[in-house]
Each structure stands twice: as structure tokens, then as C-alpha cells.
């Protein structure tokens, strides 16, 4: 069964110095990875995601991800983070070799939060 | 083009009492999808739909629980004899097949069982 992991509850970082958030996957095939958004009592908002190609993937608000799968990762990353970036963070994969239904796997959620 | 529509947002119920909530999602998404998500952890996957059939139910989905969506379109989600367990936020979600498998969710319902 596929399972993420994000190791860190919460990553502090200054404004305007880059960040990442940490996510590692275990599924029996080639992952689909996705990073959710969610902002105080609001849903998910889709931020990006990793299909094929590139390992590299730029999405939403300036975030992009990157995808390593010796390392079995697939990292948010920002190059200069914003006070308003501050939010709940999820990553969540999918394993395609589980062709009949697209059930999303979550991991627990990094929280970030810029300080001014 | 509108996104993923729940109602209501928030709801405040006795325990034992019946609460159902309503998902309207993206127009022409085929695959609907309901989540629950507690204080502290990521979502957990409930049901799938895809048109008006439900493909999938997780064992968190217990007997009490149950999900519809009659004509593909819209969908609801009931829970009998509620408890203070099912107090979580209840996320909708859809997709559209070849959409490069991405997911959109709504805004959640807030559920609160007192």
C-alpha cells in the first residue's frame, strides 16, 4: 500500500529566505505526487504535482518541486518565501499501479510559517 | 467555471442525531470523491463515486454512513446516529478522467457533534 511521510511538523523560515518542506513516498510502482495547500478552516487548494517527466515541477504562487526517486522524495520548495505562504502543507501520492481506483494517500501535514 | 461547492460549511449537531451534507463538484467531473479530515492529520479517503456509481468506501466508512449521487452530478453524504467521534471536517472533492489525475476539493463541512 502506498504512504507518505513528511517528517516535520512545522518549518519556521524568514521572509524573503527560501524553504522547503520535506515529503518521502513508498508506493509499489511509479508514483503520481501532489502537494496540497490549506489555509485556516479552508479547504485544500491543488498547488502542483509530478506525473512524468521533468523531475523538476514548477505549480502555483511560485512553488516548485522536485521529484527524486533514488531518494524516494518529492520536496516543496520556494525560493523566497512570503509571510502570506504561511499555511498548513500537504503532500499526497497516488500509486498508478493500482489501476482501478485513484484513491489519494496523505501524509500528516507540515505546517510553515514565515515570520516577517 | 466554478470549483467544488459543500453545504453547509458548518454544522453543530447532538450526538444521535442525523447530519447530511451536499457536494456540488466541478460541472463535467465525472469522479467525486468524499474525505474526512481531523484536527492534526491529513485527510482520509471515505468514498468514490464515478458518474453515479460508488466504486469504493473505505472501512472508516462504518453503517451509519452513507453516501449517494443519483445522477452523477451532485452528491450527499448522511451520517446516522452521529457521535462524538464523527466530529471532523468532511471534504468533497472531483476530478475528471484524463486530467492528468488532479483532484480539487471544496471547502469542507465542519461537523460537530455535542
Known amino acids: 500500500a502506498q504512504s507518505v511521510a513528511q517528517p516535520e511538523d512545522q518549518v519556521n523560515v524568514a521572509e524573503g529566505n527560501p524553504l522547503t518542506v520535506k515529503c518521502t513516498y513508498s508506493v509499489s510502482g511509479n508514483p503520481y505526487l501532489f502537494w496540497y495547500v490549506q489555509y485556516p478552516n479552508r479547504g485544500l487548494q491543488f498547488l502542483l504535482k509530478?506525473?512524468?517527466?521533468?523531475?523538476l515541477v514548477k505549480g502555483s504562487y511560485g512553488f516548485e518541486a522536485e521529484f527524486n526517486k533514488s531518494q524516494t522524495s518529492f520536496h516543496l520548495k520556494k525560493p523566497s518565501a512570503l509571510v502570506s505562504d504561511s499555511a498548513l502543507y500537504f503532500c499526497?501520492?497516488?500509486?498508478?499501479?493500482?489501476?482501478?481506483?485513484?484513491?489519494?494517500?496523505f501524509g500528516t501535514g507540515t505546517r510553515l510559517l514565515v515570520s516577517p | 467555471d466554478t470549483g467544488v461547492s459543500q453545504d453547509p460549511r458548518h454544522k453543530i449537531t447532538k450526538r444521535g442525531q442525523n447530519v447530511t451534507f451536499r457536494c456540488d463538484p466541478i460541472s463535467e467531473h465525472n469522479r467525486l470523491y468524499w474525505y474526512r479530515q481531523t484536527l492534526g492529520q491529513g485527510p482520509e479517503f471515505l468514498t468514490y463515486?464515478?458518474?453515479?456509481?460508488?466504486?469504493?468506501k473505505s472501512r472508516l466508512l462504518s453503517d451509519r454512513f452513507s453516501a449517494e449521487r443519483p445522477k452523477g452530478s451532485f452528491s450527499t453524504l448522511e451520517i446516522q446516529r452521529t457521535e462524538q467521534g464523527d466530529s471532523a471536517m468532511y471534504l468533497c472533492?472531483?476530478?475528471?478522467?484524463?486530467?492528468?489525475?488532479?483532484?480539487?476539493f471544496g471547502e469542507g463541512s465542519w461537523l460537530t457533534v455535542v
Open positions: 509530478y506525473i512524468t517527466g521533468d523531475n
Open positions: 463515486f464515478q458518474n453515479e456509481a460508488q466504486l469504493e
Open positions: 472533492a472531483s476530478s475528471l478522467t484524463g486530467d492528468g489525475n488532479t483532484i480539487y
Open positions: 499526497a501520492v497516488r500509486d498508478p499501479m493500482n489501476t482501478g481506483f485513484q484513491k489519494l494517500v
